[in-house]
């Protein structure tokens, strides 16, 4: 008999304004996988990967070349599994956008963790499952809250000298570039993550804020919108970023928001002032949100993970919100989709 199970991922969103690298949101939008495994066969025949949703047309196909089997092969390889079942066949149906700060690389790698894990019935802990996670992603903010669910906070552990070496090891040794008739005795083992990388802790979330994301119709690459990035910062900036995380951990949590203690907590000094040159979605958006003191149900806005989404968070009247958001982004010349979106849970495996 052939089994079949379903590994379902949340999009998110990192940094929430002041917390960059550090918290993480899960979001209602998901990356699902519908995975087949035939019972066992003497031939050794390759996966079949088929896609729909977002990516469809640029995603690739070839399960050395994606980036979720290429993770999930990650996970084999490091527990002594060499390739994928023979014959087995994926499909992956996406509701994430690209490349616009809503996690989907992220899901990507959460999606390929869980994939290994199930294939390999390896039976893999949360802190294990995140470690594997944070060996490609590298910084731990969309990964646990994709992995774990909810508004998630979570620190790096500092690592001893041989762990550091471990951990720092390029991403082309830990997903190789495989030939695409790669097949079992392709390549050297990968080098494992260390154990227990990622810390971290789930707040709370008040029931009546939801999410608009306003997602402009271009992709902005991480890696791109990291290169603009300082080396150090001043402490001056440092404090006003900490002192508005401490606030907005606990403000997010309270049940009426305070929408003027929100709307000042999600204030960055970090990040969102430096995207500025990359992302002119940033100056639009943060002329779109007039201060809560005129409008109560609107409670904060902040450049979704890296951009270019402008992630709005309120109580009410939502799509007055997004519309008028829509309009301001269009004197513009920039055409922007918007989504209404609630807090997910974390990610799940079911076996069908
Ligand atoms: N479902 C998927 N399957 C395969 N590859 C994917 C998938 N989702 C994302 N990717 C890869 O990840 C890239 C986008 O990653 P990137 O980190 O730049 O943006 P993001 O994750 O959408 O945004 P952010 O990290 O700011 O939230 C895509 O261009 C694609 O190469
Ligand atoms: N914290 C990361 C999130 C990107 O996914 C950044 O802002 O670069």
Redesign the pocket.
């Known amino acids: 008999m052939a089994q079949q199970f379903t590994v379902k991922v949340p999009a998110?969103s990192?940094n929430i304004g002041p917390g960059f690298d550090v918290v993480g949101l899960s979001l209602s939008l998901h990356?699902t996988l519908t995975v087949t495994v035939p019972p066992a066969s003497e031939t050794q025949l390759p996966p079949i990967i088929t896609y729909s949703g977002e990516?469809a047309y640029?995603?690739p196909l070839d399960a050395y070349k994606?980036?979720?089997t290429r993770v999930a092969l990650y996970v084999l390889r490091c527990n002594g599994i060499r390739s994928f079942p023979s014959g087995l066949r994926i499909h992956?149906h996406?509701e994430?956008?690209?490349?616009?700060?809503?996690?989907?690389?992220?899901?990507?790698v959460v999606?390929g963790v869980l994939l290994g894990n199930e294939l390999g019935q390896l039976e893999l802990t949360a802190e294990r499952l995140l470690d594997f996670a944070l060996m490609v992603e590298r910084h731990p903010d969309?990964v646990t809250a994709a992995l774990i669910g909810g508004f998630v906070g979570s620190y790096l552990r500092e690592l001893d000298e041989a762990d550091t070496a471990a951990a720092s090891v390029p991403l082309s040794e830990v997903l190789p570039e495989y030939p695409s008739d790669a097949g079992e005795d392709w390549g050297l083992n990968p080098p494992p993550p260390p154990s227990g990388i990622g810390h971290y802790v789930r707040f709370g979330w008040s029931e009546p804020i939801k999410a608009i994301a306003i997602i402009p119709r271009f992709?902005l690459?991480?890696?791109k919108?990291r290169e603009v990035l300082p080396q150090h910062y001043s402490r001056k900036d440092l404090v006003f970023n900490l002192q508005r995380l401490a606030v907005l951990t606990t403000a997010l949590t309270q049940n009426p928001p305070d929408p003027d203690l929100i709307y000042e907590a999600m204030k960055d000094r970090i990040h969102q002032p430096y995207r500025k040159t990359l992302v002119n979605t940033w100056i639009t958006g943060s002329h779109i949100i007039h201060h809560p003191c005129n409008s109560s149900w609107l409670l904060g806005i902040c450049l979704?993970?890296?951009?270019p989404t402008i992630l709005a968070l309120a109580t009410k009247n939502f799509e007055k919100i997004a519309e008028d958001a829509r309009r301001i982004f269009k004197t513009r010349d920039i055409e922007v989709d918007w989504k209404l979106l609630t807090v997910a849970g974390g990610s799940e495996v079911k076996q069908s």
Request: hydrophobic share 40%; charged share 10%.
């Open positions: 998110t990192a990356l990516g640029d995603v994606n980036l979720t992956a996406n994430i956008p690209f490349g616009r700060g809503l996690g989907s690389s992220g899901a990507a999606a969309n992709e690459s991480t890696a919108a979704s993970g890296a951009g």
